[in-house]
């Protein structure tokens, strides 16, 4: 018998291109991919409603010369909107109410995320249970040409919980938009009474792992290393 001990040989995969991704990449990928098609699918349909409600003969589409460009300015809409149209107001959410400081604050909270993670430097966090988290840095503005660095931290968790959110919100918007052609959509009141539901589900979920949201807008995590 030969002593010689055998070459050790290792196998090396060389990615074929830039989206030959390892498995643990695609997953985080595919997260952020999935969570800003959401987000342009959001903002389209908001843009919808502002467009459609601009064409009424109401004071606040008359004194609206030029429609809102940024979301704080879409969002100020929307709700003006629904203080101005009691019609908007007869289809509730799962306690047949309209709370519309929560849609404001739940559309700066999914916003808020959007934008760290389009605009921000990424970084990935790999964690031992199979889970991720997006750490991102960016600059903001303070004010005129003053800006500082702001860091961001967002696990998986969290941007199921805002990818309810925009379910939500959209469900919300459709019926609107419905109720401006006239009609009232019991189907999408129902969706939005199951989306809320859901959507809190998942709120109480993540405050149970101790996950503070903050709902001025920003996330952050005190508990675990996420």
């Given at each position: 018998m030969?002593?010689?001990?055998?070459?050790?040989?290792?196998?090396?995969?060389?990615?074929?291109?830039?989206?030959?991704?390892?498995?643990?990449?695609?997953?985080?990928?595919?997260?952020?991919?999935?969570f800003?098609?959401?987000?342009?699918?959001?903002?389209?349909?908001?843009?919808?409603?502002?467009?459609?409600?601009?064409?009424?003969?109401?004071?606040?589409?008359?004194?609206?010369?030029?429609?809102?460009?940024?979301?704080?300015e879409?969002t100020?809409?929307?709700?003006?909107?629904?203080?101005?149209n009691?019609?908007?107001?007869?289809?509730?959410?799962?306690?047949?109410?309209?709370?519309?400081?929560?849609i404001?604050?739940?559309?700066?909270?999914?916003?808020?995320?959007?934008?760290?993670?389009?605009?921000?430097?990424?970084?990935?966090?790999r964690?031992?249970?199979?889970?991720?988290?997006?750490?991102?840095?960016?600059?903001?503005?303070?004010?005129?040409?003053?800006?500082?660095?702001?860091?961001?931290?967002?696990?998986?968790?969290?941007?199921?919980?805002?990818?309810?959110?925009?379910?939500?919100?959209?469900?919300?918007?459709?019926?609107?938009?419905?109720?401006?052609?006239?009609?009232?959509?019991?189907?999408?009141?129902?969706?939005?009474?199951?989306?809320?539901?859901?959507?809190?589900e998942?709120?109480?979920?993540?405050?149970?792992?101790?996950?503070?949201?903050?709902?001025?807008?920003l996330?952050?995590?005190?508990?675990?290393?996420?």
């Amino acid at each position: 018998m030969s002593d010689v001990t055998p070459a050790l040989q290792v196998s090396i995969k060389f990615p074929k291109d830039a989206l030959d991704l390892s498995e643990t990449d695609e997953k985080m990928y595919a997260a952020l991919g999935y969570f800003t098609t959401q987000c342009a699918g959001l903002e389209n349909i908001l843009d919808k409603f502002i467009f459609t409600y601009g064409k009424l003969k109401t004071p606040l589409a008359r004194g609206t010369r030029i429609f809102p460009v940024n979301m704080k300015e879409k969002t100020e809409f929307l709700i003006k909107a629904y203080l101005e149209n009691r019609n908007l107001r007869t289809c509730g959410d799962a306690d047949d109410k309209i709370n519309l400081n929560s849609i404001g604050y739940l559309m700066d909270e999914v916003w808020e995320a959007r934008n760290h993670l389009i605009h921000g430097r990424l970084y990935l966090s790999r964690h031992k249970d199979g889970d991720f988290s997006f750490n991102s840095t960016r600059y903001t503005r303070v004010i005129r040409n003053e800006y500082e660095e702001v860091a961001y931290k967002i696990s998986r968790s969290a941007i199921v919980h805002l990818l309810g959110g925009i379910s939500y919100l959209k469900a919300f918007l459709r019926t609107g938009l419905e109720i401006l052609d006239g009609g009232y959509p019991k189907k999408e009141a129902d969706e939005i009474r199951r989306n809320q539901a859901a959507f809190r589900e998942r709120r109480r979920n993540l405050l149970d792992e101790g996950r503070h949201i903050d709902t001025g807008g920003l996330m952050r995590f005190f508990a675990g290393d996420t």
